[in-house]
């Protein structure tokens, strides 16, 4: 239809040839329904899961309104996560290559703080960061919101989750009441009206149905005595053979156990969660995202904002307390018209978990028994690829096409040997097949990237 085509949208002509680069022409649900308004300036509240395109809602919109000729902050966007805030960060740049000499910076704890003091001091026309590293520049006067038009909340609830409540309304009150207010959850709890009311004016309210279709995820819940469950998890590996999967834990604790008891049964796992440091989880999502970890084992908070394409499986090794929590994390498989599996452990003790889901969802839910799981005890899931970091990264204008550049050149290897590749401030990671990590690694000892000898090793 054409009212959903980017096209039909108030904005240039250079950004819709942009988009339709980036393999965007129809709009999403969410986008549809809140670009108009974001777009006439109107503040927008929106119930939008991740995967829903909702980060493109707001940059588009924010991108139309700065002005490249002066470079106080313009937009602000808060997430709850580093790994998200990186993710919007890379996401909007994208959309700015159709606007000149837009400056993107990021500030996320984690991180050194003098290098985003040099960066700020050069100016910003979009700063995207978490609450607690917005709030100290503010407090040190390294960042100034006076000129603000566009605030960005993504992930409002899970920020809320996290007890940022405080922070947020600190950061808020230093910018302009004149400013444009886009605020996205993927639930919608009191607190999240509550602090809507207090910082939008008459928002639009955008709703994207955020339960999933039978037909798109299979839903299956196993009832297990205490004892059975490490072993019941085994089982549905060995049924279903995925190729790529999610468990998700509620503690830290659970994470690294169930990572390395899978290990244990030849499943290649990682875990991530908030006692990792800012590399270790970097390297985690990266070798998630590009198929060198079969299987991530995660908390809510850690997995928060992770967008991969394609997930053939997500297991709850418990139930999560909210059913909206527990539809948030199936959303991560069947995605862009594919099919998922979300399998669901659960004790007697959380049948009332169980009956809170199904009223939410308003049906039943399919409860089977762990023995109709066929096992293959020869059953091993190790990744198509393996990953290498390569010393220098943005900073040093390295770009993708100088690594793939290197690598298919002058180190001989073919385009198809070599998968996803992300570049990061200071270093950048690359997939490659099995087969060619000693070729790449041998070469990299004494060749260049870009003219400049480059250290590399296997990231384990």
Known sequence: MPDTLFSSLPITSAQVKNLSSLGYKNMTPVQAQSLPHVLKGKDILAQAKTGSGKTAAFGIGLLDKINPRFFGTQALVLCPTRELADQVGKEIRKLARSVPNIKLVLLCGGKPFGPQVGSLEHGAHIVVGTPGRIQDHLKKRTLKLDQLKTLVLDE???????????????????????????????????????????????????????????????????????????????ALFEHYQPKTAIVFCHTKAQCSEMAEFLREHNIESLAIHGDLDQRERDQVLVRFANNSCSVLVATDVAARGLDIKSIGMVI??????DPEIYVHRIGRTGRAGETGLAMSLFAEHEQVRVKAI??????????????????????KLYPPMVTIQIDGGRKDKIRPGDILGALTGDAGLEGKQIGKIDIFDRSSYVALEH?????????LANGKIKGRPAKARKVR
């Open 316 to 321: 709850n090794y418990e139930l999560p307390r």
């Open 435 to 443: 087969e060619a990590v000693r070729q790449a690694l041998n070469y």
């Open 156 to 234: 409002a609830d899970r920020m809320l989750d996290m007890g940022f409540s405080d922070v947020m309304t600190d950061i808020i009150k230093r910018t302009p009441d004149s400013r444009q207010t886009l605020l996205f959850s993927a639930t919608y709890p009191d607190e999240v009206k509550k602090m809507c009311r207090s910082i939008q004016r008459d928002p639009i309210t955008v709703t994207v149905e955020s339960d999933h279709q039978q037909s798109v995820i299979e839903q299956l819940f196993y009832q297990v005595k205490k004892h059975e469950r490490n072993n019941t998890l085994l």
């Open 358 to 379: 199904e009223e939410y969802q308003h049906k039943p839910c399919l409860i089977d028994s762990p023995l109709s799981l066929d096992r293959n005890n020869s059953y």
